[in-house]
């Protein structure tokens, strides 16, 4: 069965700009998680969504946004983009309505605001 | 929140040799303990997993103990081999939905 999938896999972007990044669960999984990993920060919790419902957010400015659709894809906006906004964008699905069962990541997007 | 801290953040151990890693966290009502691999280039992948009614888990080379008085958990890797080395990180549930990371340890091993 696919795993979770992420597009695009790399992205250059120009400061103030902005992009969307999608994620594509696995087939029957209705959570998606967003992180973003960084070198010095490591993996930093964006937000979570269940049956398009956003229940968790982590503490990232507003230009940061997501949804989710009925299919459970996800996206993920970051808006007026920064140099610091360069990152890999890593989503990951879970099964059930609990982390409990543990997350499976996508390959991530990495994105380089230049 | 949940504060989640790894250590070390660099680990070199020769082939064969153990491992160790080990996490500290802050809240005691945490009940779910995942640890991830993430090889150069490539996603995080769940290897072990530990949950709270239980203190210790193996799964061949690798186990997880979990000191929930303490709160901590370890990951150890026995009889290292080259395609052990990768970055491993720690994670910790909160509230039931979301997992709050540790900051990796890049663990090297050494032929």
């Known amino acids: 069965k696919a795993g979770v999938t992420q597009t695009p896999r790399y992205l250059i972007k120009t400061r103030g700009q902005q992009v969307t990044l999608s994620c594509s669960p696995i087939?029957?999984?209705?959570?998606v998680s967003w992180y973003q990993q960084t070198p010095g920060q490591g993996l930093q919790f964006l937000f979570e969504y269940f049956s398009e419902t956003q229940r968790n957010k982590g503490n990232f400015p507003g230009r940061f946004s997501g949804r989710q659709f009925s299919n459970s894809r996800s996206e993920m906006n970051v808006s007026t983009l920064e140099l610091g906004d360069s990152a890999l964008y890593l989503c990951?699905?879970?099964?059930?309505?609990?982390?409990?069962?543990?997350?499976?990541f996508g390959s991530g997007t990495r994105l380089t605001v230049v | 929140g949940e504060n989640v801290e790894q250590h070390p953040s660099t680990l070199s151990v020769q082939e064969g040799d153990s491992a160790v890693i080990k996490c500290t966290y802050s809240d005691s009502a945490s009940n779910y303990f995942p640890w991830y691999k993430q090889e150069l280039g490539k996603r995080p992948q769940l290897i072990i997993d530990i949950r709270s009614n239980v203190g210790e888990k193996k799964d061949q080379r690798i186990a997880v103990t979990l000191n929930k008085t303490a709160k901590h958990f370890s990951l150890h890797i026995t009889e290292t081999q080259p395609e052990d080395s990768a970055v491993y990180f720690c994670a910790v549930i909160q509230g039931a939905q979301k997992l709050v990371f540790g900051q990796g340890t890049r663990l090297t091993i050494n032929p």
């Open positions: 990951a699905s879970s099964l059930a309505m609990s982390a409990l069962y543990g997350y499976t």
């Open positions: 087939s029957g999984h209705r959570s």
